[in-house]
């Protein structure tokens, strides 16, 4: 079964404009995953994990409903069918 990662709206210039990607083949975490979508389109890997391997500070990751953060962060398991959210974290007053 596969997987969808949902691609933010500022991170889809690097993606040829998709929203979405699919991924044919189910990841085992989230880091294998993002290891997938690098390798289709390796800018948007790029704008959101860091050069030593962490998820950026200002963008948060879900798998389904829960904040990799609050799990095992890139070691989070992605179980078949579910979605990626790739979510820039917002600011304001």
Same mark, same amino acid.
């Given at each position: 079964?596969?997987?969808?990662?949902?691609?933010?709206?500022?991170?889809?210039?690097?993606?040829? &404009?998709?929203? @979405?990607?699919?991924?044919?083949?189910?990841? !085992?975490?989230?880091?294998?995953?993002?290891? /997938?979508?690098? $390798?289709?389109?390796?800018?948007?890997?790029?704008r959101v994990v860091?050069?030593? &391997?962490?998820? @950026?500070?200002?963008?948060?990751?879900?798998? !389904?409903?829960?904040?990799?953060?609050?799990? /095992?962060?890139? $070691?989070?398991?992605?179980?078949?069918?579910?979605?990626?959210?790739?979510?820039?974290?917002?600011?304001?007053?």
């Open positions: 079964m596969s997987v969808l990662i949902l691609i933010p709206g500022p991170l889809r210039p690097f993606a040829k &404009g998709h929203d @979405r990607v699919r991924l044919d083949r189910s990841p !085992g975490t989230v880091a294998q995953a993002l290891a /997938q979508l690098s $390798s289709i389109y390796p800018g948007v890997c790029d860091t050069e030593q &391997g962490e998820v @950026r500070p200002h963008i948060n990751v879900f798998v !389904g409903e829960e904040n990799i953060r609050d799990d /095992q962060g890139l $070691s989070t398991e992605v179980p078949d069918g579910c979605e990626i959210a790739i979510l820039p974290a917002v600011s304001g007053g």
